[in-house]
């Protein structure tokens, strides 16, 4: 174990942990080691995606579908996070679980790979996840203590010197798996979709999830889970909930990005993604 610092091109540093090789936020050393060898249950479902992609969101979702009531979660959601939480803590939680991770999808806990546990993928344009992911830096000081400017940060992030990791990798992982006949179903939810048609998009997810609700039930789950509403709602347990549920649009890149920081991005998607079929949205 290791904390490291991550220069940027102006020589602000970005300090994440390092173990085994892999780039962290400054978890409890002891989880982030262990979280493959997690006990995984057969009705256990991972909700799987890279940092601001919309985690915090689906797992609410997830988890309202799972119990069957609109009702905001009492707890935050990284208490239910397989490399931030102990196998202990998480075994305190009853069933039904939506564990999640920020893991490639060889990287998942191995029993979750024996078993074919059921994943849910959410998946977002890579712009708006930088844009989201540099505020999340910054804002996070007491974590992160990064204080750079977003022109000298965005290299980073495209060589992969962030926690968990390059984001080209990651998709690059899952896309391999997703046309590979692995023994895990899964089920892809891409952030613009959710937020062009959130109603659409959760009754897909609870036909997956096997979960039948009443139509009204699930737009009650749909308002709830709004960003505005999760925003006040939780901020009893959700630290920093206002940094957590930021904005949560589509299309917040054109604010920050420059022409030729655009194109950059564009040819290394290209390039790094051109053995998989992944197709992005920059808009609605």
């Known amino acids: 174990m ?3 610092e991550m220069a940027d091109k102006s020589g602000s540093t970005l300090k994440l942990l390092e173990v085994d090789g892999k780039l962290f936020p400054q978890f409890p050393v002891d989880n982030v080691k262990n979280y493959r060898q997690l006990p995984i249950r057969e009705d256990d479902v991972i909700l799987c995606a890279y940092p601001k992609s919309g985690t915090h969101w689906l797992w609410e979702v997830t988890t309202m579908l799972r119990s069957g009531q609109a009702e905001t979660v009492p707890f935050k959601k990284s208490l239910q996070m397989v490399e931030f939480a102990s196998h202990d803590e998480l075994a305190r939680y009853p069933s039904p679980r939506v564990l999640n991770t920020h893991a490639h999808f060889e990287d998942l806990p191995l029993d979750a790979l024996a078993q074919g546990t059921r994943l849910l993928l959410v998946a977002r344009n890579p712009k708006d996840v930088a844009v989201s992911l ?21 290299p980073l992030f495209l060589d992969g010197k962030v926690d968990f990791g390059s984001w080209f990798e990651y998709m ?7 046309n590979s006949d692995v023994k895990n179903p899964i089920h892809v939810i891409m952030y613009e979709d959710m937020k062009e048609d959130p109603l659409k998009e959760t009754t897909r997810l609870a036909e997956f999830l096997g979960v039948t609700l009443a139509p009204e039930v699930v737009e009650k789950i749909v308002t709830k889970c709004s960003f505005s509403n999760m925003s006040v709602d939780k901020k009893p347990y959700q630290d920093n909930a206002a940094i957590m549920y930021r904005k949560g649009v589509v299309g917040d890149w054109k604010n920050v990005f420059t022409v030729a920081q655009s ?13 998989t079929t992944w197709t992005f949205r920059y808009q609605l």
């Open 263 to 275: 194109e950059e991005l564009d040819a290394l998607l290209k390039e790094r993604l051109k053995e």
């Open 134 to 154: 540099y505020n999340h830096h910054v804002k996070l000081g007491k974590y992160y203590q990064y204080s750079g400017l977003f022109e000298d940060w965005l």
């Open 172 to 178: 690059a992982s899952w896309g391999k798996a997703l």
């Open 2 to 4: 290791t904390l490291v």
